[in-house]
C-alpha cells in the first residue's frame, strides 16, 4: 500500500527527525529501531544515512534513496514507497506522526540491504549502529563498568558514541518490576548532573524505541516523586518531558541495577562534525591467503606470514586527570562478508612494539617479542576491538585467524585522540633456514563445474526447476561417481539429502530452487576442498583425530564434550567420518549454529526460546 492510501497527505519528514519518529511494529528489530534513535540525536549522521531533499511533494516519483556504511564504503540504496499494512495501517515500523514516513521507508531501505523484512527479525544493535555510521563498536557488561559510571559515560557521550543498553536476564520483553523490558534495546542519550533541593544529582536519559513502555521507579516520568525536588527552570533545561513517550530518566546506580548489557559505537571524524571532540581515524582493507598470508594465530609456525601494519602514535592526549603521558586509541578487526559466505572465522589482534621504524616483524623478531595489547581471545565474532593506551612511539599490528590457511577479507581501523599514522609494510623475507617447511597447495577439482552442475540440475530435479530430496540424493551420486571420492556415493544416504534441503530451505517447501542449490552446492565444494585436504592418508574418510581439525579449517571451533558428541553420532563403527557424512555434520553443525546466533540478540551466548520455536528448530532440520 502506497502512502496515499495509508495517509491523505503524507509527508517525508514532519517537524525534523527526532528519536520520537521511531516507534516499533510487529518485527523484533528494536535493535535497528535503537540505532535509529540514537542517530538521530546527529544530524549531520543522520543526513548521511538520510538524504535530504526527499519529498512526496516537488520531483516526487514514488521513489526514494537511503545510504548504508558496507565495509569502508558507503552504499546507496533506492526503494519504491510501497509499505506492509494491515486494515490499512502500517504493521512494521512507524512514525509517532500519523503522516510521517522517513523511518518506515528506512527500514524498509535497511531491509532490502540485509536480504528482507524477515532478515530484521533479532540482530544486534552495534551491527545496525555501524552499518549507519562507519564506527566502531565495542560491547560492555554493565557489572564489569568502572564504579562512578557517570566518569565512563560522560566523554564517551562528548565524543558523540551511540550508546545502546539492554537487560539480557530474561525471556523476551517481559517486564521487570520496574518496567524495564527484557531483552530489548534501549538507546543512551544524554547525562544530566540535576540539581535538587537536597543537592547535585547525576541522571541519565533512556529512550525506548517502542515509544511507550518507560521506567517505573525513581525518577519515572509519571510517577517519580523525585521531580518535586526539581525547580520548573532546572527540568525545562535538561529538556525533561512528563509524558510517556518511550524517553525517560533515571539514576545511574539504578541504571546499573536493570541493565547488563551494554553498546558503544565510536565515531571518527569521517562522519562527526568538529564541533564535537571525535577520534581520528585511519583505515586499511586487507586479506588473509592460503599458503600466503594466513599465518594462523599467534605462536603458529607461520603466524609471521600474516598482514603487517606500521602504527605511529604522535602526540599524547590532552587530560589533565591522567599523569602519565600516553596515547589513547581503538584498533578494530573486521571480517567482511560473514553473514553473506556464511563463513564465521575465529579472529583476533595483537600489537607489538616496534624494533624498527619502517619494517615488519620476522620469525625471529617474534620469537623475542611479548603482545603489549592484544584481544582476550579468537571470536567469531564480526569485529573484535582492543581498546587501549600507549606511550607515544611505533607499533606493529598484526591482525590474524585462530587457524592457518584460513582465507577471508578484512578491515582494519585505528582510531586516536589525536593524529596517528598506520600504514601496511611488507612481510619481512625470513631466512630459509629458520623458516619451518610448509606443505604446497594441491589444486583441487573434485564436484563438478558450475556448468556441469547446471545440467545436473537439470536432468534430476523436477520440471518446475525444484529439487526435492531423492532428486539431490541421485544428483550427488551422479556427481561423486567416477571423481576423485569415487566410491563415497555409496555412503550417501537420502536421509543425508533431507537435512540439506530444509536445512538450505527458505520456504518451508522442503525443496530446493536453483539459487537456493546453487548456494548449497557452493558450500559443498567448499567443504570438499577442506576434507580433501585432511584426508591425509586418502581413504575418501577422515579419522577421529583429523576431524577438530577439518572443522577449525571451515572456521567451526568445537570443545572436547562436542568432539565426543560428534564420535558417537556421526562417525562409522571404526570412528571414522566419510565424505557424505563430513558434508552432513557440516551442514548440521553450521545451520544450527546460525540459528542459534539468531535468536541470541544480545550475542551473551544464551537464548531464551518457545516451545513452538523449539520444536520448528529441532524437527525441522
Known amino acids: 500500500m502506497c502512502k496515499h492510501e495509508i495517509s491523505s497527505f503524507p509527508e517525508f519528514i514532519v517537524d525534523g527527525a527526532t528519536r520520537m519518529d521511531v516507534c516499533q511494529g510487529i518485527l523484533n528489530d528494536c535493535w535497528f529501531l535503537s540505532a535509529i534513535a540514537s542517530l538521530s540525536l546527529h544530524r549531520s549522521l543522520l543526513e548521511q544515512v538520510v538524504p535530504t531533499g526527499q519529498s512526496f511533494h516537488k520531483g516526487y516519483n514514488g521513489s526514494f534513496h537511503f545510504r548504508f556504511w558496507q565495509y569502508g564504503e558507503w552504499k546507496d540504496v533506492k526503494i519504491d514507497d510501497l509499505l506492509p499494512t494491515k486494515n490499512g495501517q502500517l504493521i512494521y515500523l512507524r512514525s509517532s506522526q500519523g503522516n510521517e514516513f522517513w523511518t518506515p521507508l528506512l527500514e524498509k531501505a535497511y531491509a532490502k540491504l540485509k536480504g528482507g523484512y524477515q532478515a530484521l527479525n533479532m540482530g544486534f544493535p552495534h551491527e545496525a549502529m555501524v552499518d549507519m555510521t562507519g564506527g566502531i563498536t565495542e560491547v560492555f557488561q554493565v557489572a564489569a563498568l568502572p564504579k562512578n559510571l557517570g566518569c565512563f559515560l560522560k566523554p564517551l557521550l562528548i565524543k558523540g558514541a551511540l550508546i545502546n543498553c539492554a537487560n539480557s536476564q ?43 513502555a518507560e521506567w517505573e521507579g525513581a525518577w519515572s516520568d509519571i510517577t517519580g516523586k523525585e521531580w518535586s525536588e526539581v525547580p520548573e527552570q532546572e527540568q525545562r533545561r535538561i529538556e525533561r518531558v512528563k509524558k510517556e513517550d518511550g524517553e525517560f530518566w533515571m539514576s545511574l546506580s539504578d541504571f546499573r541495577q536493570n541493565f547488563d548489557i551494554m553498546e558503544v559505537c565510536h565515531l571518527s571524524n569521517d562522519t562527526l ?6 577520534w581520528h581515524s585511519t583505515m586499511h582493507q586487507g586479506t588473509w591467503r592460503s599458503y600466503k598470508s594466513a599465518g594462523g594465530p599467534h605462536k603458529a609456525a607461520f603466524y609471521w606470514k600474516n598482514p603487517q601494519f606500521h602504527l605511529t602514535l604522535l602526540e599524547q592526549d590532552d587530560d589533565p586527570e591522567d599523569p602519565e603521558l600516553s596515547c589513547s586509541f581503538l584498533v578494530a578487526l573486521m571480517q567482511k562478508h560473514q553473514r553473506q559466505k556464511g563463513v564465521h572465522l575465529f579472529i583476533g589482534l595483537h600489537i607489538f612494539k616496534a624494533p624498527s621504524k619502517t619494517k615488519g616483524l620476522s620469525l625471529l623478531d617474534l620469537s623475542q617479542l611479548t603482545p603489549v595489547l592484544s584481544t582476550p581471545n579468537y571470536a567469531a565474532c564480526r569485529e573484535v576491538v582492543i581498546r587501549g593506551s600507549l606511550a ?10 585462530s587457524q592457518t590457511h584460513q582465507e577471508g577479507e578484512f578491515l582494519l581501523r585505528v582510531l586516536t585522540e589525536k593524529s596517528n599514522k598506520a600504514i601496511p609494510v611488507e612481510t619481512p623475507s625470513s631466512d630459509e633456514r629458520e623458516v619451518p617447511t610448509e ?61 540439506f534441503v530444509v ?26 576442498d577442506i576434507f580433501m585436504r585432511y584426508d591425509y592418508n586418502k581413504s575418501h574418510s577422515l579419522e577421529y583425530r583429523e576431524i577438530s581439525h577439518a572443522l577449525r579449517s571451515a572456521g567451526i571451533q568445537v570443545d572436547e564434550f562436542i568432539m565426543q558428541l560428534i564420535g558417537l553420532r556421526y562417525t562409522e563403527p571404526d570412528m571414522t567420518v566419510s565424505y557424505p557424512g563430513f558434508l552432513y555434520l557440516m551442514m548440521k553443525l553450521e545451520s544450527m549454529i546460525r540459528k542459534f546466533q539468531a535468536y541470541d540478540m544480545m550475542g551473551m551466548g544464551t537464548v531464551s526460546i518457545n516451545i513452538r520455536q523449539w520444536l520448528h528448530m529441532t524437527l525441522y532440520n
Not at 199 to 206: A, F, H, I, Q, T
Not at 392 to 401: E, R
Open 170 to 212: 530474561g525471556p523476551m520483553v517481559q517486564r521487570n518490576p520496574f518496567g524495564i523490558l527484557l531483552r530489548h534495546a534501549y538507546s543512551v542519550t544524554s547525562l544530566k548532573k540535576v540539581q535538587t533541593k537536597s543537592g547535585p544529582v547525576e541522571l541519565v536519559r533512556l529512550h525506548n524505541p517502542w515509544g511507550k
Open 273 to 278: 562534525s568538529s564541533a564535537q571532540r571525535p
Open 392 to 401: 607515544p612511539g611505533h607499533y606493529v599490528i598484526i591482525p590474524s585467524t
Open 439 to 499: 606443505p604446497t597447495p594441491h589444486s583441487l577439482s573434485v564436484l563438478p563445474s558450475p556448468s556441469d552442475t547446471h545440467q545436473l540440475f537439470k536432468k534430476h530435479c523436477n520440471k518446475a526447476g525444484h529439487c526435492q530430496p531423492s532428486e539431490l540424493f541421485s544428483l550427488m551420486t551422479e556427481a561423486i561417481k567416477g571423481g576423485a571420492l569415487s566410491g563415497s556415493e555409496q555412503k550417501l544416504c537420502v536421509e543425508q539429502c533431507k537435512s
Open 503 to 528: 536445512l538450505m530451505d527458505s520456504q518451508g517447501l522442503a525443496q530446493l530452487d536453483w539459487l537456493e542449490f546453487q548456494a548449497l552446492w557452493d558450500k559443498f565444494r567448499k567443504w570438499t
